[in-house]
């Protein structure tokens, strides 16, 4: 961000720009942090089932498996967040050496976009595994499907499973949003 020269006008574009990227990168970390706090919580609790309960289909566990994933990049976006914080308070410094450069601000940016983009596909795909397999737990308790056992009931613990899967694809779409926000500001 910081040329060699320090002229007042851009000086104070810089540290503007600085405090879009400190708010916005606060707002971006609570929000993911929150909500991948709770994400994680529901799929440790409600994904795995005590011994001698019935247990979920392949489809489910390969669901919950990649939901796991996008729960990890979900980690490594809330660390993004919280270094687009960081970038923030850089660029609102007096002494234009301590600014970073913006060609690495943007290319934080990127990966941020990057890293949520694979975290919300992954999820997306967890999510369609898991909904896939509860589907075919309903058409088996209407009769539609005539197999018969003792998981053809859908519970609230795969409600749960889907509701943080819910909540993690909320968490990616929330760095997005932020990422091509502040990317969109840095480019100006």
């Not at 669901?63 to 809330?78: Q, Y």
């Not at 923030?88 to 990966?111: D, Y």
């Not at 197999?147 to 694809?169: K, L, P």
């Amino acid at each position: 961000m910081s040329e060699q020269f320090d002229n007042p006008s851009t000086s104070s574009k810089i540290r503007s720009i600085g405090q879009i990227f400190r708010i916005t990168g606060w707002i971006s970390f609570v929000l993911q942090l929150v909500l991948g706090v709770v994400s994680s919580l529901l799929l440790l609790v409600f994904s795995i089932r005590p011994p001698g309960s019935p247990s979920s289909s392949a489809e489910t566990g390969f669901g919950v498996f990649l939901a796991v994933c996008g729960i990890v990049a979900l980690g490594i976006s809330i660390y993004l967040a919280f270094r687009c914080k960081n970038i923030g308070r850089q660029l609102q410094s007096t002494n234009p050496s301590n600014r970073p450069r913006k060609v690495e601000t943007v290319k934080t940016l990127q990966l941020a976009l990057t890293v949520n983009l694979v975290g919300m596909l992954l999820t997306l795909l967890g999510a369609q595994a898991i909904v896939g397999s509860l589907v075919f737990k309903a058409a088996r308790q209407v009769g539609v499907v005539s197999f018969s056992s003792a998981n053809t009931f859908i519970t609230a613990q795969d409600m749960f499973v889907v509701q943080a899967n819910a909540n993690t694809i909320t968490a990616h779409f929330v760095g997005l949003a932020a990422s091509i926000w502040l990317l969109n500001r840095i480019t100006k």
